[in-house]
């Protein structure tokens, strides 16, 4: 009977697991699908402006790729949130191991959450996105009926097309590649009835190791760039300083500026033809709007405090290079680590037991520093990607976006995110572990690999870094140095030219004697 009981309690405690999984999901679902409705609708073109649409069907393929972005957006915003919410987990069970209320936080829904993340970021990438675009570009095929089925089949039929294509190119890859004898035993024919078993097992994981590997080379390129790119980024947002400067003289400047050119507005609509004070009428409104834009940005600045005025834009400045520098140390550390032998690779699927032990030597305080640099490294990689020259024609644009670059963006934003744990992991900067398939990349595995990305990392961003705070002196003294160029050029072309004209007056002067 005790037996019994236990089986049942046993029962009880896995569905009562798995149903506080499921509503807990359900709830984080709800949330990121929200607030990634709430950035798409920012940025993407408006139904009333935009003139794709033709008819009802243009307007349910719109819905349905809305929603798909959205999805897919959502994903990416959770992949991100990976690390974070699993460092505040084991942080938060360390310090209330025996709580009533963090009984529901266990390994279990740690594992489910990153398991989930990356199946879905498999099907959003090799399904949804391209279902998307596919769906949005497809007219139906010829000779059958218009309307939104017809696109429907077309866009299902190039799509397993294009899936045909790209499997059978990783599975090609992977039989060259893979020093396995089966792999290339499969390629030749041979062992033909498991291919199939081994596309959800094999192929799938393997392609999506590719594409982890492309987006972690993108974030090498990008994200250095992005540390450089982020000063100039919030130096635009944030009021900048100007010490022993009068704000109410430049209103009073611009004030009259203002007062004038409305009376020279004025007094050439009684004249059209008539040009006043030799500026056309069109000349004089382009140099009201600028000076009304001045006006409105003095304005905002005499509105800010004169505390937050003077001290904020330095403020943000030393915390965005005490950031970065705090970036590129751990990355050196992480370097010397793996030097020494003390560091492990971050390859391996691992089963660990949350709240055991603090990750950070400085508790709570470095894990919340640890969480800090994910979404740093996370927004100077976006801001990176878009600065890159090609890339920045992909930025979206308030209200101006339309379906196929929201599209594009949602792609871009889901490889940077996906690769974000694997980065973050490979470059030190938290000793979490990847869990479940995003640890099972095989190159994780290589030592000299993963050495020379930290290398090259640490190298790149001391380099963008230098550009960016030497640019300016290196601007003056190269504008100097082609002055004092074009000086002496000037001073020799003289002295030639004196030298020509003395030669020829005493060359008359001789002919003249003889």
């Not at 697991?17 to 950035?39: D, P």
């Not at 397993?160 to 090609?172: D, P, S, T, Y």
């Not at 002496?488 to 072309?493: A, D």
Request: with cysteine; charged share 15%; net charge neutral.
């Amino acid at each position: 009977m005790n037996e019994f009981d236990d089986d049942i309690n046993i029962r009880e405690q896995v569905f009562q697991n798995a149903i506080r999984e499921y509503v807990i999901f359900l709830l984080l679902a709800i949330l990121l699908i929200l607030l990634s409705y709430i950035g798409i609708t920012f940025f993407r073109k408006k139904a009333d402006t935009d003139e794709c649409y033709t008819g009802e069907d243009d307007v349910y393929v719109y819905k349905i790729s809305l929603f798909l972005c959205t999805l897919t957006l959502a994903i990416s915003v959770g992949a991100v949130l990976l690390l974070p919410i699993s460092i505040i987990s084991n942080e938060v069970l360390h310090l209330y191991p025996h709580s009533y209320y963090v009984k529901w936080l266990n390994s279990s829904l740690i594992h489910e959450l990153w398991n989930e993340i990356f199946f879905l970021s498999n099907l959003a990438l090799f399904i949804l996105m391209p279902f998307s675009y596919f769906f949005t570009e497809s007219e139906g095929f010829s000779g059958s009926r218009k309307g939104i089925m017809a696109r429907f089949y077309e866009t299902a039929v190039v799509l397993i097309l294009l899936g045909i294509v790209v499997f059978g190119i990783a599975w090609v890859a992977s039989a060259f590649f893979d020093d396995d004898k089966s792999s290339q035993q499969t390629l030749f024919g041979l062992n033909c009835c498991k291919t199939w078993p081994d596309v959800w097992h094999i192929y799938l994981p393997y392609l999506y190791s590719c594409i982890s590997f492309l987006g972690v080379l993108v974030l090498l390129l990008c994200t250095p760039v992005g540390f450089a790119r982020m000063f100039t980024v919030m130096g635009k947002l944030v009021v900048k300083p100007q010490f022993l400067h009068d704000i109410d003289i430049d209103l009073y400047r611009v004030t009259l500026t203002e007062e004038d050119l409305r009376r020279k507005i004025k007094h050439s609509n009684f004249a059209p033809t008539k040009i006043a004070n030799g500026c056309a009428p069109t000349d004089l409104h382009k140099a009201l709007e600028e000076i009304i834009k001045e006006k409105l940005a003095l304005e905002k600045r005499k509105m800010v405090s004169p505390l937050r005025r003077n001290l904020g834009y330095p403020l943000v400045i030393l915390i965005l290079l005490a950031l970065t520098a705090i970036c590129v140390l751990m990355v050196i550390h992480n370097i010397f680590q793996l030097l020494i032998g003390i560091k492990e690779l971050p390859f391996g699927t691992k089963q660990i037991a949350l709240g055991i032990t603090s990750l950070s030597a400085l508790g709570p305080a470095g894990a919340a520093l640890e969480i800090v640099l994910i979404l740093y490294l996370m927004c100077a990689s976006v801001v990176g990607f878009y600065t890159l020259p090609g890339f920045c024609h992909l930025r979206p644009k308030i209200d101006d976006t339309t379906m196929v670059l929201i599209i594009g963006n949602c792609i871009v934003i889901l490889v940077l995110s996906s690769a974000l744990p694997v980065l973050s992991r490979t470059l030190g900067i938290t000793n979490f572990d990847l869990l479940g398939d995003f640890g099972s990349m095989e190159w994780l595995g290589n030592f000299y690999i993963i050495l020379s990305y930290n290398l090259v990392f640490a190298v790149a961003t001391a380099l963008c870094l230098v550009n960016k705070f030497t640019a300016t002196v290196r601007q003056e003294i190269i504008q100097r140095l082609k002055m004092v160029f074009q000086r002496e050029k000037q001073r020799s072309h003289s002295l030639n030219y004196l030298n020509g004209a003395v030669s020829m007056g005493s060359g008359g002067c001789n002919l003249k004697d003889d």
